[in-house]
C-alpha cells in the first residue's frame, strides 16, 4: 500500500476510535448522573450503562486489537504475494516477453532509446553466442542504418558513357562523360539537397557523413580541370513528383555545390518520388565508374549503357552485405544497344554499391600480335 494512504488510514482509524471512546465515556457519565440525579429518574429505563461501556471497549480495546491484527495481516498478504510472485513468475516473464515479441510498440512506449539498445546486443549476442561480435555488429547497424535520416526505396539509376567532344578519343587525356539519372521514393527529413564535386580527399570523405549531401563526387585535378569545373561535373535536372525544381550552384577554388530546395514536402512526412540527373567526367583509363548509395536502401536497379564507348567488355562488382546475391542480365552480342542490368531486391547498407570495371577496345588490339 502506498506509504502516504497507509497514514491516511491509520489516521482515521485513531479518530474513530477517539470519538467512539469519547462517546462511551460520555454515556458512562450520563448514566452515572441518573442514577444520582432524581430529575433525570425517567432515563432509569435507558441502557445508557450498556451502551457507555461498549462504545468504550469499541473504541479502545476493538482499534488497538484491529490495528495489530491489520498488521498481522498485511505481513500475511505480502507474503501470499510474494509467494505467488515466485510461483508465477516464469508465466509471467513469458508472457511479458511475448507481448514485446509480437507487439514491439509496447516495448517503445516504456524503454528509452539506450535501454533498447541493450536489449538489441543482448539478443544478438545470445543468438551469436558471442557477446563481442553483438556489441559491434550492432555498433555499425546503429550508425549505418539507425542514425541514417533517411531510406530510400525503389531505388532506379540509369549511366550512360559516352566520349566528351573536345578532348582526345585515345591516350591518356581522354575522357568519358557519364549521365547518371537517380530515382527513388523516399520520406524526406531535410528541406535543402546538395551536390558537391570536391578534389580534396579529406573534404570527400567529410561529405560522405552530410546528412543533406545526397551526392558527392571526387575529382582528382587533371591538368586544366579540377572539380569546380562545370565540365567535371554538373546536376542538370531535379524533380519532385515529376514537378522540376529550380537548381543553384556556387563554386570555389576547387569545388562546387548545387542547391536545391524541397519546399514544403520535407514536413509533411509523406513519401515522394525524387528524380534527378547529374554529368561527370571519367577517365577512360580510370576503368572504373562506382555507384554509391548514401543512405538504407530498399531495392535496387543499376543499368549501364555503354553502347557509345569504345568498351569491349564490362565487369561487375556489386558491395552488398547480403545472403542473397544480385542479378547481373547483360543485353546479347548481337544486340545494337550495349546494356547490364543490376537488380538487387533486398537492403542495401549505406556505403556499399555497384563497382562497373571495363576493358577498352585499343588495350585488347594493342596486345595482338603484328604482322
Known amino acids: 500500500m502506498n506509504h502516504l494512504l497507509d497514514q491516511l488510514y491509520k489516521t482515521k482509524l485513531r479518530l474513530a476510535g477517539l470519538v467512539t471512546a469519547v462517546?462511551?465515556?460520555?454515556?458512562?457519565?450520563?448514566?452515572?448522573?441518573?442514577?444520582?440525579?432524581?430529575?433525570?429518574?425517567?432515563?432509569?429505563?435507558?441502557?445508557t450503562s450498556e451502551l457507555g461501556t461498549t462504545l468504550l471497549s469499541a473504541g479502545v480495546i476493538a482499534?488497538?486489537?484491529?490495528?495489530?491484527?491489520?498488521?498481522?495481516?498485511?505481513?500475511?498478504?505480502?507474503?501470499?504475494?510474494?509467494?505467488?510472485?515466485?510461483?508465477?513468475?516464469?508465466?509471467?516473464?513469458?508472457?511479458?516477453?511475448?507481448?514485446?515479441?509480437?507487439?514491439?510498440?509496447?516495448?517503445?512506449?516504456?524503454?528509452?532509446?539506450?535501454?533498447?539498445?541493450?536489449?538489441?546486443?543482448?539478443?544478438?549476442?545470445?543468438?551469436?553466442?558471442?557477446a563481442n561480435i553483438a556489441r559491434d555488429v550492432y555498433a555499425d547497424l546503429r550508425e549505418q542504418v539507425i542514425r541514417s535520416p533517411e531510406r530510400w526505396r525503389n531505388v532506379d539509376v540509369s549511366v550512360s558513357l559516352s566520349?566528351?567532344?573536345g578532348v582526345p578519343v585515345q591516350?591518356?587525356?581522354?575522357?568519358?562523360?557519364?549521365?547518371?539519372?537517380?530515382?527513388?521514393?523516399?520520406?524526406?527529413?531535410?528541406?535543402t539537397l546538395r551536390f558537391v564535386s570536391t578534389s580534396d580527399q579529406t573534404e570527400y570523405r567529410e561529405l560522405l557523413r552530410d546528412p543533406t549531401v545526397a551526392g558527392q563526387w571526387m575529382f582528382e585535378k587533371l591538368g586544366t580541370l579540377d572539380a569546380s569545373s562545370q565540365d567535371t561535373f554538373e546536376v542538370v535536372q531535379?524533380?519532385?513528383?515529376?514537378?522540376?525544381?529550380?537548381?543553384?550552384?556556387?563554386?570555389?577554388?576547387?569545388?562546387?555545390?548545387?542547391?536545391?530546395?524541397?519546399?514544403?514536402?520535407?514536413?509533411?512526412?509523406?513519401?515522394?518520388?525524387?528524380?534527378?540527373?547529374?554529368?561527370?567526367?571519367?577517365?577512360?583509363?580510370g576503368h572504373l565508374l562506382y555507384i554509391d548509395l548514401p543512405r538504407p536502401t530498399k531495392g535496387l536497379h543499376v543499368q549501364l549503357n555503354y553502347s557509345q564507348a569504345d568498351i569491349r567488355y564490362v565487369n561487375v562488382l556489386d558491395y552488398f552485405a547480403s545472403p542473397d546475391a544480385s542479378r547481373v542480365e547483360r543485353s546479347p552480342k548481337a544486340a545494337p544497344a550495349k546494356t547490364i542490368d543490376v537488380s538487387f531486391d533486398g537492403w542495401v547498407f549505406p556505403r556499399a554499391g555497384v563497382a562497373f570495371v571495363w576493358v577498352l577496345e585499343e588495350e585488347l588490339d594493342s596486345l595482338k600480335p603484328r604482322s
Open 23 to 47: 462517546a462511551g465515556t460520555g454515556l458512562l457519565f450520563l448514566s452515572h448522573l441518573v442514577a444520582t440525579t432524581p430529575t433525570l429518574s425517567w432515563l432509569i429505563g435507558w441502557p
Open 163 to 165: 566520349h566528351k567532344d
Open 63 to 130: 482499534v488497538i486489537f484491529e490495528y495489530y491484527a491489520r498488521k498481522e495481516a498485511d505481513e500475511r498478504a505480502t507474503e501470499h504475494f510474494r509467494n505467488a510472485i515466485r510461483q508465477e513468475a516464469p508465466a509471467i516473464r513469458d508472457a511479458v516477453l511475448d507481448s514485446f515479441a509480437f507487439s514491439p510498440e509496447g516495448l517503445k512506449n516504456i524503454a528509452s532509446a539506450d535501454t533498447l539498445d541493450r536489449i538489441a546486443t543482448n539478443a544478438i549476442g545470445l543468438r551469436l553466442d558471442d
Open 171 to 191: 591516350g591518356n587525356a581522354s575522357m568519358f562523360i557519364a549521365t547518371i539519372r537517380w530515382e527513388y521514393e523516399v520520406r524526406p527529413t531535410s528541406s
Open 238 to 285: 531535379f524533380a519532385v513528383d515529376s514537378a522540376e525544381r529550380t537548381i543553384r550552384r556556387t563554386g570555389r577554388r576547387g569545388a562546387q555545390v548545387y542547391t536545391v530546395n524541397l519546399g514544403k514536402v520535407a514536413s509533411t512526412g509523406n513519401k515522394v518520388r525524387i528524380s534527378y540527373t547529374y554529368r561527370i567526367l571519367v577517365q577512360r583509363h
